[in-house]
């Protein structure tokens, strides 16, 4: 036996082996684990949708322009839910590119590095606020505020939700196009000023093209979260089923209209049980849809340079 | 001939000037946006301190909530949230550490590895009330658990798992490979470089993402919400340590709780003015807490940034 082989034999060395093996399962554990959330969430969602969607055609709950699952003449028209959520995060979108388009540049292109390093903690902060404040805010602070400028404008409403929407995924949406924008190469920026251009025009002519694909994920991303985010619109854009077409009216999201549902007591197994994860699935399918589309542009600026 | 060379000059003149004018008008137009966005955030501090801040005092963090707005105070709601978040640390940090770890350090480059990695980032994006469906599907009435402590501490553990995910790729990802090497050099295994070399190089910088994954755990309303926790709770866990033997017991992980978020959204939902101003007082003490968590890990990320450089 060769003094490789014997020491390759010690006890002492086979324990080491042992855990690191062991360590190695339980970590690749770990890391699987996270396929296995997603596999339940798809998981719960269906089987515990299956009951609504055994009563309720799939045509009805497309098409119905009502949806009033509690009333004695009940009906299951998503279009209500979905129509509400699309105007607040549309609302939210409006706010929110413009003022991350700006905000992005100016980090990435015009503020020195020492302001940079201030502003994003604050930022940061921006982002670390609980949405629940946020809700405080918008129902009790901006909606009162907002009354004595906007003729018509309800105490739930769609519009001041929106707007702090927005403000909500500035932080999120900045941080990721400005990460895009600083991966675009430096020789870029220097030939653009070579050609003689301004900061400005070096920005919407090299820069935001350069990383467009980057600054689209940042936007489809912001976009699903405030699909997905709950609690603003449920404190402030109240929790009545409403398809309108006026913002300043107020109108449940998808999300409000699950929190309204899980305030009361919700008999396991009900058909209203089981409308909250039927909406909640269409609301899954809409933010997986949004995350994967920013999730492979996000990775092809990063493969492009 | 020269005065040709001057129109010319001072035509580029002009035009230098003019990009100078962009470039300042530009600049402007972004630092009015910035103080815009931080005006907002200002107000809403404000708001919230003008609001409530005259209602925080010992009598308001040692009573319980009440039907009579003046007497209500948030002790069960505090207490519920520190319960909630042991029970988030002690699952998403070694959970997301270990994913981290493997997928950084282990991984081999293929089919599987990339599916988890698209798994997690598309799990960052999940609406957190889905996890509240999750959690009431499969935690409550699956394993039939019920609206516990221990079920709030998962579900929020689950949510902010790709953070400390994340968090510590990069921090991984920033320890030199010369460390690794020589690790190995010197002949430790796998596990042994991992656990006396990366790790406790990585550490401040999985530290930092533990802190704002808990951070937004602690105001997260939406799961709690859905799992049915929203009910009116006035009294507190059996303690978690007792002066009698076994000192230690886990019947607080079976008990009801709430928390503080859901206390706030619950005295914002009453009509009343006086329960807002409790609702206020909530928001301040929330805001302190997730405010402080941030400010730590930004400023241990700035001092390992200082580390790195030097």
Known sequence: MSEYQALQASPFLRRGRILAAVMQALLFASAALSVLITGAIVWVLVTESLPFFTQVPIWDFLTDLQWTPVFTDAHYGILPLLSATLWAAGIAMLVATPLGLILSIYLSEFARPSVREVLKPILEMLAAVPTVVFGYFALLFLTPLAKQFIPGLEGFNLLIPGIVLGIMILPYVVSISEDAMRAVPMALREAAFGLGMSRVQMAFSVIIPGAFSGVTAAYLLGFSRAVGETMVVAIAAGQNPNLTGDPREGAATITAYIVQMSLGDLPHGSLVYSTIFAVGLVLFVITLIFNLLGFFLRRRFREAY | ?310
Do not use: C
């Open chain 2, 1 to 310: 001939m020269s005065g040709e060379a001057d129109l010319e000059h001072a035509a580029t003149m002009r035009l230098v000037r003019a990009k100078r004018v962009q470039d300042l008008v530009f600049g402007v137009i972004g630092i009015l946006v910035l103080i815009v966005v931080m005006g907002l955030l200002v107000t809403l501090v404000a708001d919230l301190l003008i609001d409530g801040v005259g209602r925080i005092s010992p009598e308001f963090l040692t009573s319980f909530p009440s039907r009579r707005a003046a007497g209500a105070g948030v002790l069960s709601a505090w207490i519920g949230t520190t319960l909630v978040m042991l029970v988030t640390a002690a699952i998403a940090v070694p959970l997301g550490v270990g994913a981290g770890l493997y997928l950084e350090e282990y991984a081999a480059k293929n089919i599987l590895t990339d599916a988890i990695e698209i798994n997690v980032s598309n799990l960052a994006g999940v609406p957190s009330i889905i996890y509240g469906l999750l959690a009431l599907g499969f935690f409550v009435y699956g394993l039939n658990l019920g609206q516990t402590v221990l079920v709030g501490g998962m579900v929020l553990a689950l949510l902010i798992l790709p953070i400390v995910i994340v968090a510590t790729r990069e921090a991984l990802r920033a320890v030199p490979s010369g460390l690794r090497e020589s690790a190995y050099g010197i002949g430790a295994n796998r596990w042994q470089v991992m656990w006396s070399y990366i790790l406790p190089s990585a550490r401040p910088g999985i530290l930092t993402g533990a802190i704002v994954g808990l951070s937004r755990a602690i105001g997260e309303t939406a799961p709690i919400i859905t799992i049915g926790a929203l009910t009116y709770i006035a009294f507190l866990p059996p303690a978690p340590v007792s002066a009698t033997p076994p000192w230690i017991n886990f019947d607080w992980l079976n008990s009801p709780f709430t928390v503080m978020p859901i206390q706030m959204f619950n005295w914002i939902s009453r009509p009343q003015a006086a329960f807002h101003v409790n609702a206020a007082a909530t928001g301040v003490l929330l805001l302190g807490m997730t405010l402080l968590m941030n400010g730590f890990a930004i400023y241990l990320r700035y001092r390992l940034r200082r580390l790195v450089r030097t």
